[in-house]
């Protein structure tokens, strides 16, 4: 996250705000959690809450060698992400980074998957911070929502019973019957469905290691809504066929494309909700087409645009209560791959993770400092040495792109291709250049 700093901010308003954020005796869950240690830890990891926190091993200052601008930022970040969490202790950190050009700092703060999702953490950073530059509210770890009161009770909702209820039977048989098409690559019932293990092996999808690379973009919210009214599709099908342009031109730049087989996409779908921020991940699954062995950009964006329509067709065709089945189902051989230690060995289930989490849509502030922009550094797993997230903030799409550095070292160039590729789509659409 990017910061202005405040208008009125003395000499020491870094070490104030670093002071702030360590001010507390006491973390609230999330933060509070650790791995359990024990004999049976590796078979059967457990989370346990943690004592006094060592705030200045959670919360580091750090400063930028000059000229501190997105580079020497960018370049720090990538070995921040790279370095493991300690499981012994609460798994998170933040980093305060201080010498930004533009008069300017940042946060970069990384929690471990298991404790929270993308939208669950999302939540919570909007609920510690304010929209005006004068209330200063605690740090998102000591952070307690006051409407949130421990004694007030949940009110049931009606229950209309004039329907009637489907039994589990009959739910199990049209989960099955709706999850066939996907699970079995052979079995393409649903046209344009893109089903598990239809990804051809690229370079993206071997072993990997820890180092990072991370790569960022900020688009014009208005831009790709332009561009998906103008091709009567959605935003993230706009979001998706850039994504793929920028991957196609990026590996064939590398001599790593495959000429005859699309790359396709693994999209997370959160399943919270609307004011949930409970402990842990809540997502379902699905697949989707990339096109990245077709040249047309239209052609590209309404292949993407079939395969993102039959997902929600078969994702809508299932029970509410399978959601939770389907998730396991559609992700259950990917979760095995890793466990067995055959990921990144054996033909990959989807090429690379493209999620889109959504965010705040008014300027947040922190101790005073007005947010500028929020990037995401995601997690990457064997076979997946790529993954893309985009985050809204106020007007804005803000992409990062976090990659295994031996595979994709310069994976700074896509941020800059996918920027072209909505150019190009732009043209293709005949519609007016951006200001």
Not at 84 to 91: E, K, N, T
Not at 147 to 161: D, F, L
Not at 240 to 267: D, V
């Amino acid at each position: 996250m990017i910061f202005e700093l405040p208008t009125n901010a003395g000499p020491t308003y870094m070490r104030d705000l670093t002071d702030h954020l360590r001010s507390i005796d006491t973390l609230v869950k999330p933060w509070n959690l650790h791995l359990r240690e024990g004999l049976m830890a590796g078979l059967v990891p457990m989370l346990d809450t943690s004592g006094k926190p060592d705030m200045e091993y959670h919360v580091r200052r750090l400063a930028l060698p000059q000229p501190g601008g997105e580079r020497e930022l960018g370049e720090l970040v990538s070995r921040l992400h790279a370095n493991a969490l300690d499981l012994r202790r609460p798994m998170w950190e933040c980093h305060v980074i201080e010498g930004l050009e533009g008069n300017r700092f940042a946060l970069f703060i990384k929690i471990h998957h298991v404790l929270i999702d993308g939208v669950a953490g999302m939540r919570m950073f909007q609920r510690a911070m304010s929209a005006v530059p004068s209330e200063i509210r605690p740090a998102p770890w000591a952070y307690v929502d006051p409407s949130r009161s421990k004694g007030k009770k949940k009110q049931a909702k009606p229950i209309a019973t004039e329907a009637p209820v489907p039994s589990r039977r009959g739910l199990v048989m049209k989960s099955v019957a709706n999850l066939y098409p996907m699970l079995m690559p052979r079995a393409r019932r649903v046209p344009n469905l893109v089903t598990a293990f239809s990804a051809p092996s690229t370079v993206l999808n071997g072993r990997i290691t820890v180092q990072r690379r991370l790569s960022t973009q900020r688009y014009p919210l208005a831009r790709l809504k332009r561009v998906a009214d103008a091709a009567k599709v959605s935003v993230n099908d706009v979001v998706l066929a850039i994504c793929g342009a920028g991957l196609r031109r990026l590996l064939s730049e590398a001599g790593e494309l495959p000429e005859k087989t699309s790359l396709n996409t693994c999209i997370p779908i959160s399943v919270r909700a609307a004011d949930e921020i409970s402990v842990g991940t809540a997502i379902s699954f699905g697949f989707a087409d990339l096109a990245t062995n077709e040249t047309d950009p239209l052609v590209r964006l309404e292949r993407v645009h079939a395969s993102t329509r039959a997902l929600k067709e078969q994702i809508s065709a299932l029970p509410r209560t399978t959601v939770g089945a389907f998730s396991l189902a559609v992700m259950g051989p990917y979760a095995l791959q890793q466990a067995l230690g055959l990921a990144g060995r054996t033909r990959p289930m989807f090429n690379v993770v493209v999620s889109n989490v959504p965010g705040p849509t008014e300027p947040l502030h922190l101790f005073g400092a007005r947010m500028e922009a929020m990037y995401p550094a995601s997690v990457l797993y064997h076979g997946q040495a790529l993954n893309i997230t985009c985050v809204r903030y106020c007007d804005d799409l803000n992409f990062g792109f976090t990659a295994w550095r031996d595979a994709l070292p310069h994976v700074q160039r896509i941020s800059v291709y996918c920027a072209e590729a909505l150019t190009e789509l732009e043209s293709a659409l005949e519609l007016p250049a951006a200001v």
